[in-house]
C-alpha cells in the first residue's frame, strides 16, 4: 500500500516540478498568460517558493574563466607555430602557463569577489547607523526614490511608513533602491572561493584543449606535421568556442546558434590578433 504522504508529496511535484526550467519559466518562453496564472496561483495556495533557474549562478566564472583560458592557450600554441617550437617546448611552455594562470585567475575571482561583498556589507553598516540615528530622512530618500518612479506622494509615504516598521527588511530594501547594491548571503565568503574554484577549473579545463592535440595525435600518427596540429588545435578551439556559446544561450533568451556562431566569432577574432601579433614578432626576432 502506498504512504499516504508519499502520494501528496507527488502530486505538489507534479503541481510544483523542481527541474529546471520551472513551469512559470515555460510559461514566460511560450508567453502562455494562463499558465503563468495557473502556476501562481498554485504556488500561493502551496506557500512554496517559485522556481527560477540557478545553473547560471556561476555561469560568468565558467564562461570567462573558459574564455579567457582557451584563448591563452591557443594564443600560446599559435606564437609556439609560428616561431617553429618543437611539440615538447610547446607543451611545456603551455601546460605550465595554463595552471599558473588558472590559480592566478581564480585567486583573482575569490578575492575580488570577497571584496566586493565586504565593500557591500560595510555600506550597509552605513545605512544602518544612518536609520537608527536618523530614520526620518532615510524615509525621506525612499519616497522621494519613489515618487520619482511614479508614485503620487501620499502612496510613497504610505509604502516607506510601512516598510519602514521592519528596519532590516527596510535597509535590505534602501541597498537596492538607494545604491543599486545586492546584500550578500551570510555565507559569502564560501560563495567567493566557490566562484574562484570555479574559475580555475574552468580556465584550466578549457585551457588544456588546444594542447591535448599536441599529446593525444602524435601518439596516434606520428607521421603529422607541426602544422597539422596547430590546424588541429584551431578546429578544436573552434568548435569549443561554438558549444560555449550554445550552452550560454540556455541561461538567456537568446537562440543558441546565434550564441554559438557570436562567441565563435568573437573568439575567433582574438585568436586571430594574437597569431598576427606573434608572427610579427617573429619575423622581427628573426
Avoid at 585551457?207 to 602524435?218: D, E, N, Q, R, S
Wanted: charged share 20%; net charge negative; proline share 3%.
Amino acid at each position: 500500500m502506498v504512504d499516504e504522504n508519499s502520494k501528496i508529496a507527488g502530486e505538489e511535484s507534479n503541481l510544483l516540478p523542481t527541474a529546471a526550467p520551472s513551469e512559470a519559466r515555460k510559461a514566460y518562453d511560450g508567453k502562455d498568460i494562463e499558465a503563468s496564472r495557473n502556476y501562481h496561483d498554485i504556488r500561493h495556495v502551496r506557500k512554496s517558493e517559485e522556481q527560477h533557474q540557478t545553473e547560471g549562478t556561476y555561469l560568468k566564472a565558467v564562461i570567462f574563466g573558459g574564455l579567457d583560458g582557451i584563448l591563452t592557450s591557443f594564443a600560446l600554441v599559435a606564437g609556439s607555430a609560428g616561431g617553429s617550437l618543437p611539440c615538447g617546448v610547446v607543451l611545456i611552455l603551455g601546460f605550465s602557463n595554463i595552471f599558473a594562470d588558472a590559480l592566478s585567475m581564480g585567486v583573482g575571482e575569490f578575492l575580488s569577489s570577497k571584496a566586493n561583498n565586504e565593500w557591500v556589507l560595510s555600506e550597509r553598516r552605513r545605512e544602518m547607523w544612518e536609520m537608527d540615528n536618523y530614520p526620518e530622512g532615510e524615509v525621506r530618500e525612499m519616497v522621494d526614490i519613489y515618487e520619482e518612479r511614479g508614485m503620487t506622494r501620499q502612496d510613497a509615504e504610505q509604502v516607506i511608513q510601512t516598510m519602514a516598521k521592519y528596519k532590516e527588511f527596510f535597509v535590505d530594501v534602501m541597498m537596492m533602491e538607494e545604491l543599486h547594491l545586492q546584500v550578500p548571503d551570510d555565507d559569502h565568503t564560501m560563495e567567493s572561493f566557490k566562484e574562484g574554484v570555479v574559475m580555475f577549473c574552468s580556465f584550466a579545463c578549457f585551457g588544456a584543449l588546444p594542447l591535448l592535440g599536441y599529446v593525444i595525435i602524435p601518439s596516434n600518427f606520428p607521421d603529422w606535421s607541426e602544422d597539422s596540429l596547430f590546424r588541429a588545435a584551431c578546429v578544436v578551439t573552434g568548435i569549443v568556442l561554438f558549444i560555449m556559446g550554445c550552452v550560454k544561450s540556455f541561461f538567456s533568451s537568446s537562440f543558441w546558434l546565434y550564441c554559438g556562431i557570436e562567441t565563435l566569432l568573437l573568439g575567433g577574432a582574438c585568436a586571430t590578433v594574437a597569431y598576427t601579433v606573434g608572427g610579427y614578432v617573429d619575423n622581427l626576432i628573426a
